[in-house]
């Protein structure tokens, strides 16, 4: 198994402002993921967080909005961009193993007000 | 490209009574399926998982889910709903490339327990 810290938990924000958010992991693992999960609905894989390459995104999700590092195997950022309401939304950390379960961190809580 | 539609997006049950929730799929190669829950303010927890082998997978909290690919389904059931089970539930598929990490999860369902 895995264990996902996420920072911060919550945090309420000013609309125009950024916010980065922490995803460490306690062992190594190759492919972490960045997903949101938008009030009432379900969870939208924003990005694979490439270690020691640029992110991969979907569809809908740009890297000016959504920048992501991922400095080594334990550890990967989102930013949030210039921020606004429609932002707000659970962020979640992911990292897996082809052969076992996706784990999930707690999530991260962003209000934009 | 794959998804997942899950019928349903509130259900409710009395406590005791069988819990049924539903999910299909749609996937252009053999999927990986997936049964996550989320309860208030938590992260999401592995309920159970298919990837190959036997269709009748358990998984935990007395919960299973039966693979169907005839009718590209993957319902979840419990015979006798508990009231700790109250919580959002979501189906996910994957491929086997990504296996059990890229995840397209469907868009939930609140299972709420009437005592």
């Known amino acids: 198994s895995a264990v996902i810290s996420q920072k911060p938990s919550r945090d309420i924000c000013q609309r125009g402002t950024s916010l980065t958010i922490q995803c460490q992991v306690d062992?190594?693992?190759?492919?972490m993921f960045w997903y949101r999960q938008q009030p009432g609905q379900s969870l939208t894989l924003i990005a694979t967080?490439?270690?020691?390459?640029?992110?991969?995104?979907e569809s809908g999700f740009v890297i000016d909005k959504f920048p992501i590092s991922r400095p080594n195997l334990t550890f990967s950022t989102l930013t949030v961009s210039n921020m606004s309401p429609e932002d707000s939304s659970i962020y979640l950390c992911?990292?897996?193993?082809?052969?076992?379960?996706?784990?999930f961190g707690q999530g991260t809580r962003l209000t934009v007000v | 490209a794959q998804s997942v539609t899950q019928l349903g997006s509130h259900v409710s049950v009395s406590e005791g009574a069988l819990v049924l929730l539903r999910c299909n799929y749609s996937s252009s190669v053999p999927p990986y399926l997936f049964w996550y829950v989320q309860y208030p303010n938590q992260g999401l927890q592995l309920l159970l998982k298919y990837t190959t082998g036997a269709t009748l997978v358990k998984g935990i909290n007395g919960f299973e889910a039966e693979f169907k690919k005839s009718e590209t389904s993957f319902h979840l059931t419990k015979p006798s709903a508990h009231m700790s089970d109250a919580a959002e539930y979501f189906c996910a598929v994957s491929d086997r490339y990504f296996g059990n990490e890229k995840l397209t999860f469907g868009t939930g369902t609140r299972l709420t327990i009437i005592p």
């Open positions: 967080a490439n270690q020691g390459s640029e992110a991969t995104y």
């Open positions: 062992s190594q693992v190759t492919m």
């Open positions: 992911s990292v897996g193993y082809k052969n076992t379960e996706a784990f």
